[in-house]
């Protein structure tokens, strides 16, 4: 079971059978879920994949996200792109359970101020915090993450020290 991508959704109005623009179209489909503050997903047990959100329009109202209790999604999605939800405060609850996510992608979450959880993704190879200009600090032992290879911490502006990340290799 999936959620459709709502990137995918095309930027064109849909046209009705008689060749007239449909009532509710792509555009106007979109435009309640940028105003979208919470999206819970706890207890979907059949769940195999998230939606992606990204693309010409941004989540920036997104405040919480909650995928706990999701067994499958937690087995099976490696990537997580939650880019331009300026107002994501925190990580999604139950991030930290994914043990496949290798790549998380918060760029431009304005709002988020910690990512402790990540300490617990040890198959993370990728992940970019660019734009958290609340982020204040990045956990100690990340640079002890074995599978990690890149952190992208550009536009951190509240960033103070950074453990040490000797053993990444980008």
């Known amino acids: 079971t999936t959620l459709p991508d709502v990137v995918d959704m095309p ?36 769940l195999t994949r998230l939606p992606l959100f990204a693309g010409d329009w941004t989540m ?3 405040r919480t996200v909650n995928v706990r209790a999701c067994p499958v999604l937690k087995r099976t999605v490696t990537a997580l792109h939650l880019d331009g939800c300026a107002a994501l405060e925190a990580l999604p609850v ?13 760029a431009g979450c304005a709002g988020l101020t910690k990512v402790d959880e990540v300490l617990k993704l040890g198959r993370l190879t990728t992940l ?11 956990p100690d032992g990340v640079g ?27």
């Open 128 to 138: 970019s915090l660019s734009g958290c200009a609340s982020l204040k600090a990045v």
């Open 60 to 62: 920036g109202a997104l």
């Open 94 to 106: 139950g991030v930290e359970e994914m043990s496949a996510l290798r790549t998380l992608s918060c």
């Open 11 to 46: 930027a064109a109005q849909a046209e009705a059978a008689e060749g007239e623009p449909a009532k509710g179209g792509a555009e106007e489909m979109r435009r309640p879920l940028a105003l979208l503050e919470v999206l819970e997903l706890q207890g979907c047990t059949k």
């Open 144 to 170: 002890e993450l074995v599978a990690l290879e890149e952190i992208d911490l550009t536009g951190c502006a509240s960033l103070g020290n950074l453990p040490p990340l000797t053993k990444l290799t980008k």
